[in-house]
């Protein structure tokens, strides 16, 4: 917000202002007239005051009538006589009304008219809290603490922070129930979940984009094996690869708190779900969209929309832009018409 200040008129030019502007002598009524203030007659042969083609009975009358051209203060609506500010549309009549119209900080709490706001509107920082580490769970500046690993957290998710591996293992399996009996996702194979560090994380993810912080990662393994057939003759007729063993993997970043933990897991279940149905979808704004909009499913099953905010507000090529798509498609054609466009996205392989 910008500050501009101005100089409007104080009390006593603004009676200066009423008397040069609305003639400083008596006029006589030469007729019965009305005060276009108080809407009192005015006599024939009583004096008045004129002011363009407005009559008044009373020199507090005209005051009055000037006042109401005054601007007001968008903040405390008083008329405006003195000095003013403005922002952009909106004048302020002190420091005070100005002030308290400027973003507050998230994380210390002042306002401030210099500072950056998160580009999913999830906090905004004053110039001195932008300068403290970022929390490596939420993204908000916070003086937290240090982990191991060199990571930052803040007071309020280090409040629910998963590090232990048994704990995250029972999450994960009320997540992997919730989305099948509730939000009809479900796969049947056995499915390896591990709590890893950040470096562990990043070395496996290879870093497939990097706006969005790595909190999670679905891994599927498979062995193929050369199948030939060959005929009485011993011809090769057909050669083929054929699946002799898969193996689907988890990972969970270590320290998250347990509700980011728990979106992170569907949406990792999601890439589950989909390799599961539809193997041949290579497009990774269609398979991160798609494992983003089942952890927005999730969330909203729990209402928790201060996450979900993130997901539909994330500027990310993959990661956002693929969400809106398949987002869209389930806004207009519901569920089944995301089945028929994850089918017209299939590639035959």
């Given at each position: 917000m910008r500050?501009?200040?101005?100089?409007?008129?104080?009390?006593?030019?603004?009676?200066?202002?009423?008397?040069?502007?609305?003639?400083?002598?008596?006029?006589?009524?030469?007729?019965?007239?009305?005060?276009?203030?108080?809407?009192?007659?005015?006599?024939?042969?009583?004096?008045?005051?004129?002011?363009?083609?407005?009559?008044?009975?009373?020199?507090?009358?005209?005051?009055k009538?000037?006042?109401?051209?005054?601007?007001?203060?968008?903040?405390?609506?008083?008329?405006?006589?003195?000095?003013y500010m403005t922002s952009g549309n909106k004048i302020f009549c002190s420091q005070k009304?100005?002030?308290?119209?400027?973003?507050?900080?998230?994380i210390c709490g002042k306002r401030s008219a210099a500072g950056a706001l998160a580009a999913d509107n999830s906090f905004f920082a004053c110039p001195e809290c932008l300068k403290k580490p970022r929390c490596f769970a939420c993204q908000i500046p916070a003086d937290g603490k240090a982990l191991p690993d060199g990571r930052v957290i803040c007071s309020e998710c280090a409040k629910s922070a998963v590090s232990d591996e048994n704990e995250a293992r029972g999450i994960f399996l009320a997540v992997r129930n919730e989305l099948k009996y509730n939000l009809g996702f479900s796969t049947d194979h056995p499915?390896?979940?591990?709590?890893?560090?950040?470096?562990t994380l990043h070395e496996k993810s290879r870093g497939e984009s990097g706006v969005v912080t790595e909190q999670g990662l679905f891994?599927?393994?498979?062995?193929?094996?050369?199948?030939?057939?060959?005929?009485?003759?011993?011809?090769?007729?057909?050669?083929?690869?054929?699946?002799?063993?898969?193996?689907?993997?988890?990972?969970?970043?270590?320290?998250?708190?347990?509700e980011r933990m728990e979106y992170v897991m569907a949406h990792e279940l999601g890439h589950d779900w989909l390799v599961t149905h539809y193997p041949g979808i290579r497009d990774l704004a269609v398979k991160e969209g798609f494992a983003e909009y089942v952890g927005w499913l999730y969330n909203r099953l729990h209402?928790?929309?201060?996450?979900?905010?993130?997901?539909?507000?994330?500027?990310?090529?993959?990661?956002?832009?693929?969400?809106?798509l398949i987002k869209g498609v389930a806004d207009k054609e519901g569920l089944e018409g995301v089945m028929k466009f994850l089918r017209s996205k299939q590639e035959k392989h």
């Amino acid at each position: 917000m910008r500050q501009i200040k101005s100089i409007f008129f104080s009390g006593r030019s603004f009676r200066l202002l009423v008397w040069l502007f609305l003639f400083p002598f008596f006029l006589t009524a030469a007729e019965r007239l009305q005060c276009d203030q108080c809407s009192r007659t005015i006599g024939q042969g009583k004096r008045y005051y004129k002011a363009g083609n407005k009559n008044f009975c009373s020199r507090a009358c005209a005051e009055k009538y000037a006042e109401r051209s005054l601007p007001r203060c968008s903040v405390c609506s008083r008329r405006i006589r003195g000095g003013y500010m403005t922002s952009g549309n909106k004048i302020f009549c002190s420091q005070k009304c100005y002030e308290s119209q400027l973003p507050q900080c998230t994380i210390c709490g002042k306002r401030s008219a210099a500072g950056a706001l998160a580009a999913d509107n999830s906090f905004f920082a004053c110039p001195e809290c932008l300068k403290k580490p970022r929390c490596f769970a939420c993204q908000i500046p916070a003086d937290g603490k240090a982990l191991p690993d060199g990571r930052v957290i803040c007071s309020e998710c280090a409040k629910s922070a998963v590090s232990d591996e048994n704990e995250a293992r029972g999450i994960f399996l009320a997540v992997r129930n919730e989305l099948k009996y509730n939000l009809g996702f479900s796969t049947d194979h056995p499915i390896h979940f591990f709590l890893i560090d950040q470096k562990t994380l990043h070395e496996k993810s290879r870093g497939e984009s990097g706006v969005v912080t790595e909190q999670g990662l679905f891994e599927y393994l498979a062995e193929m094996k050369k199948v030939v057939t060959r005929n009485l003759l011993g011809r090769k007729i057909s050669e083929k690869e054929e699946k002799t063993s898969e193996r689907f993997n988890i990972y969970a970043l270590d320290g998250l708190p347990k509700e980011r933990m728990e979106y992170v897991m569907a949406h990792e279940l999601g890439h589950d779900w989909l390799v599961t149905h539809y193997p041949g979808i290579r497009d990774l704004a269609v398979k991160e969209g798609f494992a983003e909009y089942v952890g927005w499913l999730y969330n909203r099953l729990h209402k928790r929309d201060y996450l979900n905010k993130r997901i539909e507000m994330n500027n990310d090529p993959v990661y956002g832009k693929g969400f809106r798509l398949i987002k869209g498609v389930a806004d207009k054609e519901g569920l089944e018409g995301v089945m028929k466009f994850l089918r017209s996205k299939q590639e035959k392989h």
